[in-house]
């Protein structure tokens, strides 16, 4: 299978801080996408990314996030000021025929 | 707004039994839809896409199937194992086939030795 990989693994920050959350998509995919969970709920996506510019944002992906591709194989997650609230696992996600590939993910967490 | 419900939350089960974990979506005009693996704390692992115009799909023990009609889909585990003890995520293309995933809550599966 396809494989996506992301860094850091884990994460803690103090509330307040910026964090960068980084994917490495599938090599030659051309969309995107974050997604986070929270302990205990279900996937909740963030936002997807097609031909660099975001093609869609839940409600969740307030001005506090945005997303980049810096170069032609990262692709990333910024938190500019982090709350408590965003305490949760990061996915991120490439695809192909139709099919979204997730990768390992990171753990984030905000004390 | 669009829903994905699974059921039941949890399922144990002895090792060797077949099974069926159900997941039910509230918007008719599906696209697409995947079952995932997920293991405690790891990532998701796609097990088998279903494009919203096929019945269902196979891969080795597994066998999903989708029914827009009655707006469910069913993944059915053969002769299970140990080893599939996870939760089973499924999900459905939002807006698009290249749109968000919309998930489940999950079922978590045990199989006994």
């Given amino acids: 299978e396809p494989e996506v990989t992301q ?10 801080q910026e964090v960068i959350l980084r994917c490495v998509p599938i090599s030659n995919h051309l969309y995107f996408y974050w997604y986070r969970q929270i302990l205990g709920q279900k996937v909740e996506f963030l936002v997807s990314f097609y031909n660099n510019e975001i093609s869609e944002k839940s409600e969740i992906f307030d001005d506090q996030f945005s997303v980049e591709r810096p170069d ?3 692709f990333t997650l910024k938190i500019r000021s982090t709350k408590l609230e965003d305490s949760a696992m990061y996915f991120c996600a490439s695809l192909v025929a139709e099919t979204q590939y997730f990768g390992p993910g990171t753990r984030l967490l905000v004390l | 707004k669009q829903e994905v419900t699974q059921i039941p939350a949890a399922l144990s089960v002895p090792e060797g039994e077949n099974l069926v974990l159900n997941c039910s979506f509230t918007d008719s005009a599906i696209y697409n839809l995947q079952w995932f693996r997920q293991d405690p704390g790891k990532g998701l692992t796609s097990l088998l896409l279903i494009q919203s115009s096929q019945r269902e799909q196979t891969s080795g023990r597994l066998n999903a199937s989708l029914d827009k009609s009655s707006g469910r889909s069913t993944l059915y585990i053969a002769a299970s194992q140990p080893g599939d003890s996870a939760t089973y995520l499924c999900a459905q293309h939002g ?3 290249t749109g968000k995933l919309i998930f489940g809550q999950g079922t978590t599966l045990q199989v006994k030795p």
């Fill in chain 1, 7 to 16: 860094t850091p693994s884990h994460q803690v920050t103090q509330m307040g």
């Fill in chain 2, 95 to 97: 807006s698009s086939n």
């Fill in chain 1, 72 to 74: 032609g194989s990262n």
